[in-house]
């Protein structure tokens, strides 16, 4: 077994000094940036607090968030770099707060790839399993396999300087595979490549996952790679766990303003707005224009009991759609500032009464005419369904969910 149970855990960094205390802060000194949100109490800056999380034998488990967020320092506490200040870690029924990296049978990629400069790509995969004594046979065995798996063979009587950056990191993850760990530990293993050899990368690792089945737990900054690589989805901010779901859940149902805002490419567009009631039936009104909300959404809002109140809105780009001035449905006025053309779509940045608002528009749906784009200034119309609206208080969590 191979679960991974994490219980409480909580990383305290102390402060910098000889007396351990927090250094004072020169007069006229601003805060330091990227840390104003993170807890800070007299024993130190807490990097990760709250964090509970099981992860099933062979699981996918992506853990996701904006730099500072502690995803990177919750991995390294799992793979026995970093100390727990609290809680209880487990690798299966085994208790390892205090056991040593090497004993927890686990293999770490990092980012940086990590190889040995003078070694062939075959020594370097070989290396840990020649420290573990193991027969030349089966040690050939096991690089042969890995590098099979990698579509690395050709490679493996060259150094790492003679290696393009996508073929390094498949040299990084052949060295891990080998070893046959319990659990993988990725820390942005393709952060490094270009755009391209990224997208390669990450069908490579898809099917990496399918040959070797056992499980991962991947840390990145990238929503793409957490929503095409993970079985669950670990969102994280200021030490905290936002959210757990699967790709779709974190998609459609969004916990709060963070991870509806952080969760898809282009970013939700959020609008200021009023929850009314009437006959007892919700609907919501966006730069003064009444719209409905569908009948699953207001059975939800029912059942929690929720009073009309001053809400935000939250509208995907690719779920607003262009209609007439005569349409029949409900529809907001805007001027387009920018069109960008991205082949099968139409990124539409347009003002609606000052509000910013990004529209994705598929251009085998436009007329002739808005194919190419459209102009500055053009007037357009939008409006969006009754089922895909998001509804947020404003302490920022969902109404819904």
């Not at 109490?41 to 807490?46: E, H, I, S």
């Not at 990590?114 to 062939?120: D, G, Q, S």
């Not at 080998?178 to 898809?206: C, G, H, T, Y």
């Not at 303003?257 to 959020?270: E, R, S």
């Given at each position: 077994?191979?679960?991974?149970?994490?219980?409480?855990?909580?990383?305290?960094y102390?402060?910098?000094?000889?007396?351990?205390k927090?250094?004072?802060?020169?007069?006229?000194e601003?805060?330091?940036?990227?840390?104003?949100?993170?807890?800070?109490?007299?024993?130190?800056?807490?990097?990760?607090?709250?964090?509970?999380?099981e992860?099933?034998?062979?699981?996918?488990?992506?853990?996701?968030?904006?730099?500072?967020?502690?995803?990177?320092?919750?991995?390294?506490?799992?793979?026995?770099?970093?100390?727990?200040?609290?809680?209880?870690?487990?690798?299966?029924?085994?208790?390892?707060?205090?056991?040593?990296?090497?004993?927890?049978?686990?293999?770490?990629?990092?980012q940086?790839?990590?190889?040995?400069?003078?070694?062939?790509?075959?020594?370097?995969?070989?290396?840990?399993?020649?420290?573990?004594?193991?027969?030349k046979?089966?040690?050939?065995?096991?690089?042969?396999?890995?590098?099979?798996?990698?579509?690395?063979?050709?490679?493996?009587?060259?150094?790492?300087k003679?290696l393009?950056?996508?073929?390094?990191?498949?040299v990084?993850?052949?060295?891990a595979?080998?070893r046959?760990?319990?659990?993988f530990?990725m820390?942005?293993?393709?952060?490094?490549?270009?755009?391209?050899?990224?997208?390669?990368m990450?069908?490579?690792?898809?099917?990496?996952?399918?040959?070797?089945?056992?499980?991962?737990?991947y840390?990145?900054?990238?929503?793409?790679?957490?929503m095409?690589?993970?079985?669950?989805?670990?969102?994280?901010?200021?030490?905290?766990?936002?959210?757990?779901?699967?790709?779709?859940?974190v998609?459609?149902?969004?916990?709060?303003?963070?991870?509806?805002?952080?969760?898809?490419?282009?970013?939700?567009?959020?609008?200021?707005?009023?929850?009314?009631?009437?006959?007892?039936?919700?609907?919501?009104?966006?730069c003064?224009?009444?719209?409905?909300?569908?009948?699953e959404?207001q059975?939800?809002l029912r059942e929690?009991?929720?009073?009309?109140?001053d809400?935000?809105?939250?509208?995907?780009?690719?779920?607003?759609?262009?209609?007439?001035?005569?349409?029949?449905e409900s529809?907001?006025?805007?001027t387009?500032?920018?069109?960008?053309?991205?082949?099968?779509?139409?990124?539409?940045?347009?003002?609606?009464?000052?509000?910013?608002?990004v529209?994705?528009?598929?251009?085998?749906?436009?007329?002739?005419?808005?194919?190419?784009?459209?102009?500055?200034?053009d007037?357009?119309?939008?409006?969006?369904?009754?089922?895909?609206?998001?509804?947020?208080?404003?302490?920022?969590?969902s109404?819904?969910?």
């Amino acid at each position: 077994m191979a679960n991974v149970t994490l219980k409480n855990i909580k990383k305290v960094y102390p402060f910098s000094g000889s007396d351990g205390k927090q250094a004072k802060k020169k007069k006229g000194e601003a805060p330091a940036e990227g840390k104003a949100n993170l807890l800070v109490t007299d024993k130190g800056v807490v990097a990760v607090q709250d964090f509970n999380l099981e992860i099933a034998d062979k699981e996918f488990i992506v853990l996701v968030g904006p730099s500072g967020c502690g995803k990177s320092t919750t991995l390294r506490m799992i793979a026995g770099l970093e100390e727990i200040s609290e809680g209880e870690l487990y690798i299966g029924d085994r208790l390892v707060n205090d056991v040593a990296p090497k004993d927890r049978d686990i293999a770490m990629v990092f980012q940086n790839y990590a190889l040995y400069p003078h070694m062939t790509v075959y020594e370097n995969m070989a290396f840990a399993l020649k420290l573990r004594k193991m027969p030349k046979k089966e040690i050939d065995k096991r690089v042969r396999e890995a590098a099979e798996i990698l579509d690395i063979t050709e490679y493996l009587g060259r150094k790492p300087k003679a290696l393009s950056g996508g073929q390094r990191q498949r040299v990084a993850i052949g060295r891990a595979i080998v070893r046959e760990p319990k659990v993988f530990l990725m820390d942005e293993p393709l952060s490094n490549l270009d755009a391209k050899l990224r997208n390669q990368m990450r069908a490579e690792i898809i099917k990496l996952r399918q040959r070797i089945d056992t499980t991962f737990v991947y840390v990145t900054h990238d929503q793409t790679e957490a929503m095409t690589l993970g079985d669950r989805i670990v969102i994280m901010k200021d030490g905290l766990i936002q959210q757990i779901g699967t790709p779709q859940q974190v998609f459609d149902c969004p916990s709060n303003l963070f991870v509806a805002g952080f969760i898809g490419t282009p970013q939700m567009n959020f609008f200021d707005a009023k929850l009314q009631k009437s006959n007892d039936e919700y609907f919501v009104t966006v730069c003064g224009v009444d719209f409905g909300i569908s009948q699953e959404k207001q059975q939800l809002l029912r059942e929690k009991g929720v009073e009309p109140q001053d809400i935000t809105l939250g509208v995907r780009p690719e779920h607003i759609m262009l209609c007439s001035e005569t349409a029949l449905e409900s529809h907001i006025k805007a001027t387009v500032d920018v069109s960008e053309m991205m082949g099968s779509s139409i990124h539409l940045h347009v003002n609606a009464e000052g509000k910013d608002v990004v529209i994705v528009l598929a251009t085998v749906d436009l007329p002739a005419e808005h194919r190419n784009g459209f102009h500055y200034g053009d007037t357009v119309n939008f409006t969006f369904g009754a089922n895909v609206v998001h509804l947020f208080g404003k302490d920022g969590k969902s109404l819904l969910y």
